[in-house]
C-alpha cells in the first residue's frame, strides 16, 4: 500500500513479533459457560451447588492463566456469562434450602407437643 508523501498511513500495521502464538480461545473458559448453564439450569433442584462451585473455582484458574498469558488467551465474555450463572445457581440452591427450612419449622410449630392417646387410654 503507498501513500502520499506527508499522509500518515492508512492502515496501521500491528507490530508483532514473529514467533508470538496466535490468539486462541481458552477452553477453561467454554467449560466454565457450560458448568455455570448447568448450574442456573439445576439450581432449584439444590443439584447445581457442584457445577456452581466447579465454574468458580475454574473461573478463578482461567482468569490467572489469561492475565499470564499477555492477552493471547481470549474468552473473557464467556467467562463473564459462566460465572454469572453459576452465582445465579448458588442464589436458587440457596433459596430452594431457605425456603424448605422454613416450611419445616412451620411443619414443626403445628404439630401438638404431646403424644396424642386414643380416647379410652388412661
Known sequence: MTTAPGQPPAVRQGLRHPLDPDPARSTKARAVFALGLVAALTGLFVGGVV????????????????????????????????????????????????????????????????????????
Open 51 to 122: 457445577p456452581a462451585t466447579v465454574a468458580l473455582q475454574l473461573s478463578r484458574q482461567a482468569r490467572r492463566e489469561a492475565y499470564a498469558s499477555g492477552g493471547f488467551l481470549t474468552g473473557a465474555a464467556w467467562l463473564r456469562q459462566g460465572e454469572r450463572l453459576a452465582w445465579i445457581g448458588l442464589g436458587l440452591a440457596t433459596v430452594t434450602v431457605v425456603l424448605a427450612v422454613v416450611y419445616g419449622v412451620v411443619r414443626l410449630a403445628e404439630a401438638p407437643y404431646t403424644q396424642d392417646f386414643a380416647p379410652n387410654v388412661n
